[in-house]
Each structure stands twice: as C-alpha cells, then as structure tokens.
C-alpha cells in the first residue's frame, strides 16, 4: 500500500502542531497563543509588544504595552522600556531596561536597568541598577561587577 500526503494536508497538519506564530513586519496570525517576532532583514527595527510575544534578532528599541509579556532571547542594542503592568524576561542581552511598572526578569545580561516603579528581578549580570522601584538579587547574580553572596542559593535578596 502506497502512501500519499498531499501538499495542503501537509501544509494543515504542520500548522496545526505549533501554538508560537513567526511574524515577519510584526504582523501576527489569528489563532496564535504567543507570537515570535523574527526580524526579515539585516538592518534593525524597533519593536511595539501588544501581545505575548518570543523576540529573536536583533532591534533597537522595544517597548512592552501594559498587561502584555515579552521574552527576549535576542539583543536590544538600546532601550527596552516596559510599561506598568508589563511582564519583560530577559534571556538574551540588552543595553538598557526602563522599568515604568510592570514586572522585569533579567536571566541574560543587561547594562543598565532605571527602575521608576514596578518589582525587577535579577539572577543573571547586570552593570548599573538606579531608580526607585523595587529590585530584588538571587543569589548568584552578579550586579556591577559583584556577585550576589548573601543569603543561600535560590534565595531572593532585596538590593542594597
């Protein structure tokens, strides 16, 4: 017995499978649970986050919109600026984070984070830390230079 697919089944089958949607110009598909952004070009784009979104390449400026999340695994060769009620994790790089309020994981390296309000969480490197909002070390982080040793590991510290 022969076995034929054919090519609009195929095509069905394999959308079917994934629930993360690519989107080239920042355009997402219907139906999609998380979107990733995949920049189509050498040069780098700025980034406006409406939706769940996985960021891969390489972008200038990102800002997350409120009761939105972002993971970025990519660089963001400038600012990111999460706004209030935003979630923005960090698993790639970034220059600068401005934290206006929502909830910042920084597991990458990131050199500079201004915390205006919101809570940042930091367990991978980070150079400079300034504002006033709340800012919280796992042991183990490193934060300008200097690794985090109080407490035990897996404990959460305030900064001091």
Do not use: Y
Not at 20 to 46: H, M
Not at 62 to 84: C, F
Not at 133 to 157: I, S, T
Request: with cysteine; charged share 15%; glycine share 12%.
């Amino acid at each position: 017995m022969r076995f034929v697919l054919s090519l609009p089944s195929l095509f069905i089958l394999v959308t079917q499978v994934g629930v993360a949607c690519e989107v080239n110009g920042q355009t997402s598909r219907i139906g999609c649970t998380v979107t990733e952004v995949i920049p189509t070009t050498a040069w780098t784009q700025d980034l406006v986050v409406r939706e769940p979104t996985l960021v891969t390449g390489i972008f200038d400026h990102v800002t997350v919109v409120g009761s939105n999340q972002m993971t970025l695994t990519g660089t963001v060769r400038w600012t990111i600026t999460a706004e209030e009620s935003s979630r923005l994790v960090i698993r790639g790089m970034a220059q600068e984070i401005v934290n206006q309020g929502g909830l910042v994981e920084v597991r990458g390296m990131v050199d500079r984070i201004q915390v205006v309000s919101g809570q940042t969480k930091i367990q991978g490197t980070v150079g400079q830390v300034s504002g006033s909002g709340q800012v919280l070390v796992k042991h183990g982080a490193v934060v300008a230079g200097q690794r985090e040793r109080r407490g035990q590991p897996g404990d959460w510290l305030p900064l001091n």
